[in-house]
Each structure stands twice: as structure tokens, then as C-alpha cells.
């Protein structure tokens, strides 16, 4: 009883990537940051019951509890805000600029959280460096290099490969923020998101904060991966198909056919501040 219309869903984007607009660089970090984090830490545990259980698919079933986690908290996530926020300027209530501004500080607070917890797990998994790197480190490893060193192996083909499975990954990750939105039941909030996010997990596409987690965890834990091979065969190509896909076939796609009128006009506008600061 407690599901929403499409039409209303497309209310609450709008709402939502206004209230993402307002908030400042402090609680953009620390969201960000706590966002990164709670990736990495589900990533762990889906790489976890992978490994235990012998059964990839176990960890897809897993790694859904940190969307839920950063969805029921609203929490910030990048690859989200790609969806929501720019429905703000399409509103005429935000500039792209404060968009881009938001978009960077949220993408530098996912990288800062990604990372202090993969140190944080690295250290735990081989007990500081005085266990062999085996079990769910070994996996870490392997995986950071099949994103990084093995893209660059394939050359062109790999980079648009890795475009490609951001694009997709995406789309599916923002439909799981927004799905959130067809129900007001925590209940409800949790299955809606699982279903998509479970969906590209388990089809192996490129998510870019997961990735600030695996490959300089990887790193760390001993991977052959430069910097280099990091961010020009994976990072980069990755957030720009994120872009594209929770942009495009998510947030305009649903604005498009189902865009509010009278809910869009009663919304607040303090964006218009923040966009001129």
C-alpha cells in the first residue's frame, strides 16, 4: 500500500537532487566519505562469500546491503548524484556549475573513504603485512588487475569495453537509488533497491567508486597495477560511463516521460544560493 507512482518517483528525484545542491563541502566529504567506506566494506564481504562458498552469485545476493546502507541514510554517492542532480538545472533551479562543483566534491569524498578503509582492510587481512596475502586478499588482487593491466592488454578494445560496463553498471545502480523512492517503508526501500544493484554486480559491470576501493586496495596488498594503468584504464574511462549511464538512461530518461509539473513548482529553491556562491 505504501508504493508510489512514476510520476511521484520523478517528484522526489527532483526534491532530491535539490537537497543535494544545498548541502555544503562538510557534510558532502563526510557523506562521501562514509559512502566509499560502506562500498568497500560490502565489496569485502561479497568477495567473502565468493570465495567461501565457491559460487560468484553469492556475492551479487551480498553486495546489495551497502546501497541499502547509503540509501536509507542518504548518504552521498557520486554515481548516484549523476542521475539526480543535474534534474535541478533541467528545473531552472541550479546552475551546471554548482552541479559540477557538487559532483567533484562528492566524487573526492567517495575516493578519500574508498581508500582509508581499503588501507584499513588490507592491514586486517594479512594481519599488518605478517600473513600471505591468500583467501579474499588474493582475490582482491586478481581483480584489481583484470580492471587495470588487462584492459590495457586488449588496448582500444579493452577502453571502450570498460566504457561500455560503466554505462550499464549505472544506469542499474541509479535505478536502485531511484526504485528506493517507489515505496515509504524501510522494507519496502530495501527490496526495490536490491533487485538492480544485485543485477549489475552479478554481470560483472564497472562501478567507479567500487572501483576507488579494489584496485589501490589491490595495490597495497601487492597487485601489479601502477597509478597509471589505475586511472587512464580503468578510473577515468569508468566514472565517464557512469556518467552517462545514471545521467542519460536513468535521471533524463525518467524526467523526460514522467516530469512533474505542480510538485516541481512548489519545490524549494534554495539552490539558487548555493548555485550563486
Known sequence: MDYAKPTDVVASMVDAGLKKLA?????????????????????????????????????????????????????????????????????????????????????????????????????????????????????????????????????TAGMVSVFVKGILCNWLVCLGVVMAMTSTSTVGKIAATWLPIFTFFALGFEHAVVNMFIIPTGMLLGAKVSVYDWWVWNQIPVTLGNLVGGFVFTGLALYTTFKPTQQAASAPTVVMQVAAE
Open 23 to 155: 548541502l555544503g563541502p562538510r557534510d558532502l566529504l563526510i557523506r562521501g566519505a562514509l559512502s566509499g567506506a560502506l562500498l568497500g566494506a560490502a565489496t569485502t564481504l561479497a568477495f567473502t562469500g565468493a570465495v567461501t562458498t565457491g559460487q560468484p552469485l553469492v556475492g551479487a545476493i551480498i553486495f546489495p546491503v551497502s546501497l541499502v546502507m547509503i540509501v536509507l541514510l542518504g548518504l552521498e554517492l557520486v554515481t548516484g548524484s549523476f542521475a539526480l542532480v543535474p534534474l535541478a538545472r533541467f528545473e531552472g533551479k541550479a546552475t551546471w556549475g554548482a552541479i559540477l562543483a557538487n559532483w567533484s566534491w562528492v566524487f573526492v569524498a567517495n575516493l578519500l573513504g574508498s581508500i582509508a578503509f581499503g588501507a584499513l582492510i588490507a592491514i586486517s587481512l594479512t594481519n599488518m603485512g605478517k600473513a600471505d596475502v591468500a583467501g579474499v586478499a588474493a582475490r582482491i588482487v586478481a581483480v584489481a588487475e583484470a580492471k587495470t593491466v588487462a584492459n590495457a592488454a586488449l588496448g
